[in-house]
């Protein structure tokens, strides 16, 4: 049943798992801004030697826009999967779960087979490397196997394995946290600090191991779905705090200066204390190191200050092509890959120069922006369907 604008989930007596209301009237624009930003963001960094790659996160702190994706999708899946378990029950819950894990499963196979066309009739033998498709070339039959398991991918496609097994496993994270909630959380953090002291992780193929781990990545998975729920609300309110908000700007002045010493001559001399160090670096990108949700965490404090819960969305061209994009998110990160690998040929056919890097983040972003509004246009017409990625 609904109260006080929020959706219940009463299964257990001592479990209740209490939502806000998924009605497109109310929908969280919030998230699909921050989601076609981050979209944005992943096309320009993909896209080698571009300039325009200094207007994104990675470049001003040790989080980027991996964690935003993460941390939505396990926020909007909390909302979505927990209405249709309220509405609908535990199986038809699970169904549209697993069928999403499908749906990424089967785009990220598209993907390959597309970004692997893409390289072939571009003189497939230059860019084998680049693209990590050597191995494909050289060995077909194991590369096919590998990829349906998952275990080979091309460059910038490692982030659709991981949603495949976050979806999927959705459902019995769900499960759990309408028997206990302390006992999700722990069991998250343990798992996640399992991987930082003993580094476990999943094997790739041919060499190495899944470069997203989706044993580290699901603590924001979790997160986000905690954040989505009612019992969170305290520390939501703790998080918008003066004290929170002094804390936050204040370590993401600290990254930004640790980040930028790495890349400005100027600051190359910058030096934090050992103690400090030891606890910072490494920042691991594929274990998801301390650092990164930290800095994450901060972001998203200053985020809810500048963009309070009662925000309903901006009439300002800007923010609708965000939107747009954040609402087919998944279509666009494919296409967001394939625009680059597009952007990164047509630079080493033309020429590098920074009014060319400029054209093709201008023309790859204007042409994302088009086929989001195509399909939210197309989808209107078919009815409302949820946008999970």
Same mark, same amino acid.
């Given at each position: 049943m609904k109260v006080d604008g929020v959706v219940n989930i009463q299964l257990y007596p001592e479990a209740r798992l209490r939502l806000p209301q998924t009605d497109d009237v109310h929908? =969280?624009?919030?998230? =699909? @801004?921050?989601?076609?930003?981050?979209? /944005? $963001?992943?096309?320009? =960094? +993909?896209?080698?030697?571009?300039?325009v790659s200094w207007f994104t996160l990675r470049n001003?702190?040790? #989080? =980027?826009a991996t964690e935003v994706f993460v941390f939505i999708s396990g926020y909007t899946c909390m909302i979505a999967y927990g209405g249709v378990l309220q509405s609908q029950? /535990?199986?038809?819950?699970?169904? +549209?779960?697993?069928?999403?894990?499908w749906q990424i499963y089967t785009a990220f196979l598209l993907l390959l087979v597309v970004y692997l066309a893409f390289v072939q009739s571009f003189d497939h033998t230059r860019y084998l490397d680049e693209t990590n498709a050597a191995v494909f070339f050289a060995h077909p039959g194991p590369a096919i196997l590998h990829a349906g398991l998952m275990q080979y991918r091309l460059v910038n496609t490692d982030i659709l394995p991981l949603f495949v097994l976050l979806h999927l496993v959705f459902p019995a994270l769900l499960w759990l946290f309408t028997r206990s909630i302390n006992v999700s959380l722990t069991a998250s953090l343990l798992l996640y600090v399992s991987v930082q002291i003993f580094g476990i992780n999943l094997p790739a193929w041919p060499q190495g191991e /899944?470069?997203?781990?989706?044993?580290?990545?699901? @603590?924001? $998975?979790?997160?986000?779905?905690?954040c989505a729920m009612d019992r969170s609300a305290p520390i939501r309110r703790m998080a918008r705090s003066p004290i929170s908000l002094t804390a936050s700007v204040l370590y993401l002045i600290l990254s930004l200066i640790v980040v930028l010493s790495w890349q400005v001559e100027i600051l190359d001399k910058f030096t934090l204390p050992q103690t400090l160090s030891n606890l910072i670096y490494p920042i691991d990108k594929s274990n998801l190191s301390p650092a990164r949700i930290l800095h994450f965490v901060a972001l998203a404090c200053v985020a809810m200050r500048l963009l309070p819960r #009662?925000?309903?969305?901006?009439? #300002?061209?800007?923010?609708i092509a965000l939107i747009r994009c954040g609402e087919n998110s998944l279509t666009i990160f494919c296409l967001s890959v394939l625009l680059s690998l597009i952007g990164y040929v047509v630079m080493e056919n033309t020429s590098g120069t920074v009014l060319m890097q400029v054209l093709i983040s201008m023309v790859g972003i204007a042409v994302m922006v088009a086929i989001a509004t195509l399909l939210t246009w197309t989808a209107k017409l078919e009815g409302p369907k949820p946008r999970l990625f």
């Open positions: 929908r =969280d624009f919030r998230l =699909d @801004i921050c989601r076609g930003m981050a979209l /944005w $963001f992943v096309f320009v =960094d +993909h896209v080698p030697n571009n300039i001003y702190g040790f #989080s =980027d029950g /535990w199986l038809a819950m699970s169904l +549209h779960a697993v069928r999403r894990s /899944w470069y997203f781990n989706p044993l580290a990545w699901q @603590i924001l $998975f979790v997160l986000g779905m905690w #009662s925000w309903r969305g901006s009439s #300002s061209l800007l923010a």
